[in-house]
């Protein structure tokens, strides 16, 4: 037999032998590394948790309204309705924001007093027992202008008795005036410098940033970047964080 026909004899042994080798590699990686479905099948109980927790993902990043359409955003008002995420998961599965000021969550928020738009004086202290959210924002900020139909909803489904709304900006009075007229926006708008405002609030480094405080007056959660209806929500469902 010639040497060309010996290498011609030897490669389907060889063929056959690689397949055979790679198919008991493969065999041996799954084997030793079962993926998340054969966990989750061990337990029926953790195949529930499990369409849970993609539920919630859903649910938190809902699209966000057209504003060039004039798209009314809405949602329904049965908080009840949606298990409670807790802060960690609603901080991880986040897309266009960051949580910031980390070693003030369970603090209470320094006090201070504002005047807005309107005249009224606003202390941030006569608002325990209810939640409070503070926006700082600004006109010319284009993620403030995306996030702006967000808090228009949050503001047209949880009524002021539950939830204080004060939204900062240190642009001129009759700017944001203007603005807040134009905008239709429902929630209480401030013209201020925030420079004269207690540690953290002076320190904003970037907008749209905001801060939750909890009805007994502690910071639960500080944001810089936009915010969906469906975060807001679920971060003002959510318990604080155990400090």
Known sequence: MSEQQK????????????VILVAVVI?????KQPGR???LSRNPENIQAEHQRQHNHEH?????PSEERGEPLTESTDNDSQPKMSLNDIVRYARAWGPIYTSW???????????????????LSDYRGKNVMIIFWATWCRP???????????????????????????EHSALVEKFVENKKMNYTAFSSDTRAMPFPFNRIRGIPCS???DPNGKIKLATEGTLSLGEMKAILQADSQTQ
């Open 7 to 18: 290498q011609t004899n030897l490669w389907p042994v060889v063929f056959t032998s690689a």
């Open 27 to 31: 065999w041996a990686v799954v084997k």
């Open 37 to 39: 479905s054969a966990e």
């Open 60 to 64: 938190l990043f809902e699209p966000l």
């Open 105 to 123: 969550y369970g603090k209470t928020a320094p006090d201070f007093t504002l005047t807005d738009i309107s005249g009224k004086q606003h202390k």
């Open 144 to 170: 403030c202008l995306i996030e702006m139909p967000h808090l228009i909803a949050l503001r047209n489904i949880i009524n002021e008795d539950k939830l204080a709304m004060l939204a900062i900006s240190n």
């Open 211 to 213: 801060f939750f405080i």
